[in-house]
């Protein structure tokens, strides 16, 4: 490390840092945050703050990244290896509706109002649209589910996806990201019964 170089932690206190940040954000948002503000309520300082993202925008999409691997570690975890497709299929949704049911109203509002973020969430809802589709070919291919297109069924289930993402969902429904996630498992799954 040359002089000038920015302290680094150890990778568990930033970890913990993440986790902090975490849990501020989903509870209140962020974009009314100042670093200042982020600093005062983690008890630390700015230049701890510099040493995990050079801006406040970096930072609010390092964060952002950090929920979603956490997320999709946990979302993963739900899915028992050699269920039935259709309970894959329904644990999958469910879990990604928990994940999301951790966030505030105010932090997916500031995470789709927030294009770096934003973008995080988009990535993350296609990579989970890719997963869903494999799910469904797996059910298809064991005689689970009608012989569906795959992809077709995926692409549905992707196009709700990027709606509750959006807050359309929610806008013409009044139901949470979670609970979203919750009636599109339900949805998705009988539709392709065998």
Known sequence: ???????????????????????????????????????????CSKSTLYTLARSKDDLVRAVTVHFFRAATEDVECAVIPGAPARERIASYLAAVGRALGA?????????????????????????????????????????????????????LAATMMVSIQQGRVHEHTGLDDAAAYRELAAILTAGINA
């Open 1 to 43: 490390m040359s002089p000038g170089d920015p302290p680094t932690f150890p990778t568990a206190r930033r970890g913990a840092l993440f986790d902090q940040l975490l849990a501020l954000f989903l509870d209140q948002g962020f974009v009314h945050l100042t670093l200042d503000d982020i600093a005062a309520r983690l008890h």
């Open 103 to 155: 966030a505030s109203p105010q932090f997916m509002a500031d995470l789709n109002g927030f294009a770096p973020a934003r973008e995080v969430y988009e990535t993350n809802t296609r990579i989970a649209s890719r997963r869903v589709q494999q799910l469904i070919a797996d059910g298809v291919a064991a005689g689970e589910f009608r012989d569906v297109h795959a992809a077709f069924a995926a692409e």
